[in-house]
């Protein structure tokens, strides 16, 4: 008896494993397993983070940067050759061990494109050997101030201002776009096993209906009420049955595959239908729910990847053009403006400091190119255009595609409406005409027509369902804003990389 009561106790946790092979799933929950764990989530966050240390890189370029530098130490000892007064050569050996370091710090102006930069260094010289007493030297450079200014050239760090963030802003967008197609991936792989399920459902409910009805048509046949042709028919009908039954249970084990490898489960999935649609809060009595084609339009506008995009080439090409122009001359300013000191020892080298000043304009202007810089801004120029015309098609095709999206939206839950009701209408008559048919009052073609006209009203509900749904995440893609809510969101984009 002990030995039983263990040998069950073991089995337990076996047995509730069973149970739990099957994992039932709402849409919402099958959309957020999606995001979290399919791999084109994952694709999707690599490609933002590798953007947002793009952008961190950019923001750490305009700060200011410390740099130490050294040599600790430097010794050589070799011969090298001397050139004497009177022309002649001898050669002398170099002993020594030199010491130096700084300290860096540099700061780009965006205003101006210029770099202004602070240092501070300490140079030590120890020299011995060939007879020379050892020798110490000091130089030190306590502060020195240097400006590098392009002047009449194109400012690169004010146009990367103006870029770098449109960059930015573009690989959010795209990424909540493709988190967003994650979820209509995810939709269409949950209709696809639910409507699957459903076949199967409507198969062997089929198969029943016909194994009865052929024993109908059989005792009729014994009474003569009915042909022989009548009696092969409904074998026929329950064979067709049999196979629908097989094959539709084959689908739905694909389709079960297919989700389970998106989701990355292992469990079986048994989907449940939907009850509840998006926009609750838009419907009205006697109205469906409707979305406004310029609200739409007005999201996708201002957070859409693709119109990001085209601001950003719009921009570049304005740049380009600006570059060219600028490249006609080149005209650099350099200035440095600090204190020196050299002595044997360290305190000296820090006492009578001297002044250094040091200022350079390098001008390069091109007196004869043969027309290869106005050339290139030419080239520039017609790049412009062209983006600009590539843009505008752009522009009238992303709103062609959003009136057109909003429209079947907004035409799809009457749709799901007219399915519904057909699916109710269709599934009363096929009942009706089984009952009339064992009474004997209707043929054989007609019950057919009414499981079939049944059958295809229920799918055709499933496949209105699917495509208000499909529709609904369509147009959250475009226009990256929760209809339902009414957020905008890009807000989840930046609590994802807060909590990195």
Not at 61 to 71: A, K
Not at 182 to 194: D, G
Not at 320 to 327: D, F, L
């Amino acid at each position: 008896m002990n030995r039983l009561f263990f040998f069950c106790l073991a089995l337990l946790p076996l047995s509730t494993q069973a149970q739990t092979d099957t994992l039932r799933l709402t849409l919402d929950e099958c959309i957020t397993m999606a995001r979290r764990q399919s791999i084109e989530a994952a694709v999707a966050l690599g490609e933002l983070r590798s953007a947002y240390w793009q952008w961190r890189s950019y923001r750490a370029d305009l700060l200011p940067e410390v740099t130490l530098s050294g040599t600790a130490p430097s010794y050589n000892k070799r011969y090298s050759s001397y050139q004497q007064a009177d022309g002649s050569l001898s050669f002398v050996r170099n002993d020594y061990l030199g010491l130096d370091g700084g300290l860096h710090i540099s700061q780009k102006l965006w205003p101006t494109g210029g770099t202004l930069s602070v240092e501070s260094s300490l140079d030590y010289l120890h020299q011995s050997g060939n007879g020379v007493s050892t020798q110490n030297q000091f130089m030190s450079l306590p502060v020195a101030i240097t400006l590098q200014q392009p002047l009449f050239s194109v400012n690169y760090l004010k146009w990367n201002r103006r870029i770098e963030p449109l960059r930015y802003r573009e690989a959010q967008a795209r990424f909540l776009t493709e988190t967003e197609q994650v979820a209509m991936q995810a939709i269409s792989h949950y209709f696809s096993l639910l409507l699957a399920g459903e076949q199967v459902n409507i198969a062997r409910q089929n198969l029943q209906t016909a194994e009865k009805l052929y024993e109908v048509a059989q005792a009729k046949r014994q009474m003569g009420t009915i042909s022989e042709n009548d009696v092969l028919q409904m074998r026929l009908n329950m064979l067709t049955a049999r196979s629908a039954l097989t094959n539709s249970e084959s689908s739905r084990q694909a389709s079960q595959f297919a989700l389970r490898s998106f989701l990355d489960v292992e469990a079986d999935i048994a989907p449940i239908m939907p009850e509840d649609l998006p926009l609750p809060s838009l419907e009205r009595e006697g109205q469906g729910v409707s979305l406004s084609y310029e609200d739409v339009l007005t999201h996708a506008l201002e957070n859409n990847a693709q119109a990001t995009t085209m601001r950003r080439r719009q921009i570049e090409a304005d740049y380009a053009v600006a570059q060219a122009r600028a490249n006609r001359q080149s005209i650099n300013l350099y200035a440095q403006v600090g204190y020196t000191g050299n002595a044997d020892n360290l305190n000296g080298a820090y006492r009578n400091l001297l002044s250094n000043e040091v200022v350079q304009v390098g001008i390069t202007i091109p007196l004869l190119d043969w027309g290869k810089r106005k050339g290139q801004r030419k080239v520039a120029e017609s790049n412009r255009d062209i983006v600009q015309g590539q843009i505008r098609q752009q522009t009238q095709n992303f709103r062609q595609d959003i009136f057109i999206l909003t429209e079947q939206f907004n035409n799809q839950a009457e749709q799901l409406r007219i399915a519904c009701e057909a699916d109710t209408i269709a599934r009363r008559r096929y009942h009706t005409n089984v009952e009339t048919f064992k009474i004997g009052t209707i043929s054989t073609l007609e019950l057919s027509d009414a499981q079939t006209a049944k059958d295809q009203a229920r799918i055709g509900r499933i496949t209105q369902l699917y495509n208000y749904w499909y529709y609904y995440y369509q147009l959250r893609s475009v226009a990256l804003w929760d209809f339902e809510h009414q957020c905008d969101l890009t807000a989840d984009v930046e609590k994802l990389i807060s909590e990195k």
